[in-house]
C-alpha cells in the first residue's frame, strides 16, 4: 500500500483557516486520496476524497497537487468541534474491487479558543 | 450518508466472560464490515474483514478463535471477544462498505464500543 506522511499534530486558532498537509510520494495513477476524521472517544468519519482537481464540499476543501505527491485538507474556518485526528489515507480504487481503510497516525489538530 | 450504528456503546466485564458486539448498517445493505481495534492514543488497527455468508479473514496477529466474528445477514455482523482479558480492553470499531452497485464505494465506520474488561 502507498504510505501517506502527516505532522503528528497542529494548532489553530478558532475562526482562523487550517491547512492539514499530506505527503505521498508513492501514490499510484489509480489511487484515490481521502481524508477521515476521528473525534474523540467516536468512530472515523469520512470528509472529503479526490483523485486529480481539487475538490469542496460542506465540510473541507482539498487541494491536490499537480504531481499528486501531497495534498493538503483545509477547513476554512476552524470551530471547536473540529478538534480531532485527521486521517489522510490513500485508497485504490478498481472496479469491482475495494481496498479496505488503513490507518496511519493522522494529525491531532488542537483548536484554540 | 449512511449510517452504522454499534451496540453496545460500552460495556464492562469480568475477565474470562465473553462479549457481544454488534454492528449495524441501518440504511444500506453492506456485503463487507471491517472490524477495528484503537488502544489510547493509538490509531486504527484493522482486525478483521468479514463478507455476507462467508467466513471472515484476519490480519496477521489477530486469533480468530478468539475474535469470533459473523456476518449472516446483509446489515448485521457480532464481533465476540471470548474469554476477555483486561490486555483486550479496548475500543472496537466497525465499518461497513456500502457496496451500491457502483465502482467506488464508500466505507462508513460506527460509533465505537469502549470494552473494559475488569
Known amino acids: 500500500d502507498a504510505k501517506t506522511t502527516q505532522p503528528n499534530s497542529m494548532e489553530s486558532n478558532e475562526e482562523e483557516p487550517v491547512h492539514l498537509p499530506c505527503n505521498h510520494s508513492?501514490?499510484?495513477?489509480?489511487?484515490?486520496i481521502h481524508w477521515y476524521r476521528q473525534l474523540p472517544s467516536q468512530g472515523p468519519e469520512y470528509v472529503i476524497h479526490?483523485?486529480?482537481s481539487n475538490v469542496n464540499n460542506r465540510m473541507a476543501s482539498l487541494a491536490i497537487a499537480e504531481d499528486r505527491k501531497s495534498s493538503t485538507l483545509i477547513l476554512h474556518r476552524a470551530t471547536l468541534r473540529d478538534a480531532a485526528v485527521y486521517y489522510c489515507?490513500?485508497?485504490?480504487?478498481?472496479?469491482?474491487?475495494?481496498?479496505?481503510?488503513?490507518f496511519g497516525i493522522g494529525t491531532k489538530l488542537q483548536v484554540i479558543p | 450518508g449512511a449510517v452504522v450504528s454499534q451496540h453496545p456503546s460500552r460495556v464492562i466485564c469480568k475477565s474470562g466472560t465473553s462479549v457481544k458486539i454488534e454492528c449495524r448498517s441501518l440504511?444500506?445493505?453492506?456485503?463487507?464490515m471491517f472490524w477495528y481495534r484503537q488502544f489510547p492514543k493509538q490509531s486504527l488497527m484493522l482486525m478483521a474483514t468479514?463478507?455476507?455468508?462467508?467466513?471472515?479473514?484476519?490480519e496477521q496477529g489477530v486469533e480468530k478463535d478468539k475474535f469470533l466474528i459473523n456476518h449472516a445477514s446483509l446489515t448485521l455482523s457480532t464481533l465476540t471477544v471470548t474469554s476477555a482479558h483486561p490486555e483486550d480492553s479496548s475500543f472496537y470499531i466497525c465499518?461497513?462498505?456500502?457496496?451500491?452497485?457502483?465502482?467506488?464505494?464508500?466505507?462508513?465506520f460506527g460509533p465505537g464500543t469502549r470494552l473494559t474488561v475488569l
Open positions: 465499518s461497513a462498505r456500502d457496496w451500491g452497485g457502483r465502482s467506488y464505494n464508500e466505507q462508513f
Open positions: 440504511d444500506f445493505q453492506a456485503t463487507t
Open positions: 489515507i490513500l485508497r485504490d480504487v478498481n472496479p469491482g474491487g475495494y481496498q479496505k481503510v488503513t
Open positions: 479526490g483523485l486529480t
Open positions: 508513492t501514490i499510484s495513477g489509480t489511487d484515490y
Open positions: 468479514s463478507n455476507e455468508g462467508s467466513k471472515a479473514t484476519y
